[in-house]
Protein backbone atom coordinates (compact mmCIF):
# COMPACT_ATOMS: atom_id res chain seq x y z
CA UNK A 1 0.00 0.00 0.00
CA UNK A 2 1.70 3.33 -0.84
CA UNK A 3 0.75 6.39 1.61
CA UNK A 4 1.40 9.99 0.49
CA UNK A 5 1.78 12.64 2.75
CA UNK A 6 1.96 16.56 1.98
CA UNK A 7 3.33 19.40 4.30
CA UNK A 8 4.83 23.29 3.89
CA UNK A 9 1.24 24.82 3.20
CA UNK A 10 0.17 27.76 5.22
CA UNK A 11 -0.83 31.30 4.62
CA UNK A 12 0.95 33.73 2.64
CA UNK A 13 0.23 37.10 1.40
CA UNK A 14 -0.24 38.00 -2.42
CA UNK A 15 3.00 37.76 -4.11
CA UNK A 16 4.70 35.61 -1.61
CA UNK A 17 5.88 31.97 -2.10
CA UNK A 18 5.50 29.15 -0.70
CA UNK A 19 7.29 24.78 -1.72
CA UNK A 20 4.68 22.07 -0.94
CA UNK A 21 6.20 18.47 -0.28
CA UNK A 22 4.77 15.01 -0.73
CA UNK A 23 6.43 12.25 0.96
CA UNK A 24 5.37 8.66 -0.49
CA UNK A 25 5.64 5.57 1.21
CA UNK A 26 4.97 1.83 0.80
CA UNK A 27 6.44 -1.61 0.29
CA UNK A 28 7.14 -0.75 -3.78
CA UNK A 29 6.98 2.66 -4.99
CA UNK A 30 6.81 2.98 -9.04
CA UNK A 31 4.46 5.35 -10.22
CA UNK A 32 4.39 6.42 -14.21
CA UNK A 33 3.38 10.07 -12.83
CA UNK A 34 2.75 12.09 -9.68
CA UNK A 35 0.57 15.11 -10.22
CA UNK A 36 -0.69 18.19 -8.13
CA UNK A 37 -4.55 19.08 -7.67
CA UNK A 38 -6.37 21.77 -5.88
CA UNK A 39 -9.84 22.34 -4.76
CA UNK A 40 -11.23 25.12 -3.76
CA UNK A 41 -14.54 25.53 -1.43
CA UNK A 42 -17.27 24.62 -3.60
CA UNK A 43 -15.48 24.02 -6.93
CA UNK A 44 -14.69 21.11 -8.47
CA UNK A 45 -10.55 19.60 -7.49
CA UNK A 46 -8.86 21.35 -10.00
CA UNK A 47 -5.04 19.75 -11.74
CA UNK A 48 -2.25 21.96 -11.16
CA UNK A 49 0.91 20.19 -12.47
CA UNK A 50 2.08 16.33 -13.34
CA UNK A 51 5.21 15.24 -13.69
CA UNK A 52 6.87 11.54 -15.03
CA UNK A 53 8.71 10.10 -12.57
CA UNK A 54 11.04 8.69 -14.50
CA UNK A 55 12.13 10.80 -16.79
CA UNK A 56 10.72 14.01 -15.38
CA UNK A 57 8.79 15.35 -17.84
CA UNK A 58 6.30 18.23 -16.64
CA UNK A 59 2.77 20.24 -17.64
CA UNK A 60 1.07 22.78 -16.34
CA UNK A 61 -2.35 24.23 -16.45
CA UNK A 62 -2.36 27.38 -17.64
CA UNK A 63 -3.57 28.90 -14.24
CA UNK A 64 -0.17 28.03 -12.73
CA UNK A 65 2.35 28.05 -15.37
CA UNK A 66 5.60 30.27 -15.07
CA UNK A 67 4.82 30.43 -11.22
CA UNK A 68 4.57 27.10 -10.43
CA UNK A 69 7.29 24.75 -10.78
CA UNK A 70 6.78 21.36 -9.93
CA UNK A 71 9.85 19.12 -9.69
CA UNK A 72 11.02 15.28 -7.76
CA UNK A 73 13.32 13.29 -5.37
CA UNK A 74 13.72 10.10 -6.72
CA UNK A 75 15.78 8.89 -4.09
CA UNK A 76 13.61 10.04 -1.20
CA UNK A 77 10.67 9.22 -3.16
CA UNK A 78 9.43 12.78 -2.48
CA UNK A 79 7.22 14.96 -4.88
CA UNK A 80 7.62 19.09 -4.66
CA UNK A 81 6.08 21.88 -5.61
CA UNK A 82 7.53 25.46 -5.77
CA UNK A 83 5.07 28.32 -5.75
CA UNK A 84 5.41 31.82 -6.45
CA UNK A 85 4.01 34.76 -6.94
CA UNK A 86 1.03 33.37 -5.59
CA UNK A 87 -2.26 35.03 -5.91
CA UNK A 88 -5.85 34.95 -4.14
CA UNK A 89 -7.32 32.88 -6.36
CA UNK A 90 -4.29 30.26 -5.53
CA UNK A 91 -6.22 29.75 -2.34
CA UNK A 92 -7.06 25.72 -2.16
CA UNK A 93 -6.82 22.32 -0.45
CA UNK A 94 -3.67 21.52 -2.20
CA UNK A 95 -3.47 17.55 -3.02
CA UNK A 96 -0.95 15.10 -4.53
CA UNK A 97 -1.32 12.00 -6.30
CA UNK A 98 0.40 9.27 -8.02
CA UNK A 99 -0.64 7.33 -11.06
CA UNK A 100 0.50 3.63 -12.14
CA UNK A 101 -1.54 4.33 -15.60
CA UNK A 102 1.45 4.69 -17.58
CA UNK A 103 1.07 7.96 -19.05
CA UNK A 104 0.86 11.90 -17.31
CA UNK A 105 -2.62 12.48 -16.69
CA UNK A 106 -4.56 15.72 -15.86
CA UNK A 107 -7.62 14.17 -14.52
CA UNK A 108 -8.28 12.50 -11.15
CA UNK A 109 -9.71 9.28 -12.11
CA UNK A 110 -6.47 8.25 -13.35
CA UNK A 111 -4.81 8.80 -10.19
CA UNK A 112 -4.68 5.40 -7.83
CA UNK A 113 -3.30 6.89 -4.52
CA UNK A 114 -3.93 10.47 -2.98
CA UNK A 115 -2.24 12.49 -0.06
CA UNK A 116 -4.50 13.99 2.49
CA UNK A 117 -4.21 17.85 1.57
CA UNK A 118 -2.60 21.12 2.53
CA UNK A 119 -4.27 24.24 2.76
CA UNK A 120 -2.70 27.13 1.40
CA UNK A 121 -3.50 30.46 2.19
CA UNK A 122 -3.12 33.50 0.40
CA UNK A 123 -4.26 36.36 1.82
CA UNK A 124 -3.60 40.10 3.00
Known amino acids: QVQLVESGGGLVQPGGSLRLSCAAS????????MGWFRQAPGKEREFVCVIGWIYGLTHYSDSVKGRFTISRDNAKNTLYLQMNNLKPEDTAVYYC?????????????????WGQGTQVTVSS
Open 26 to 33: GRTFSPSG
Open 97 to 113: AASTKGALYAVPDEYDY
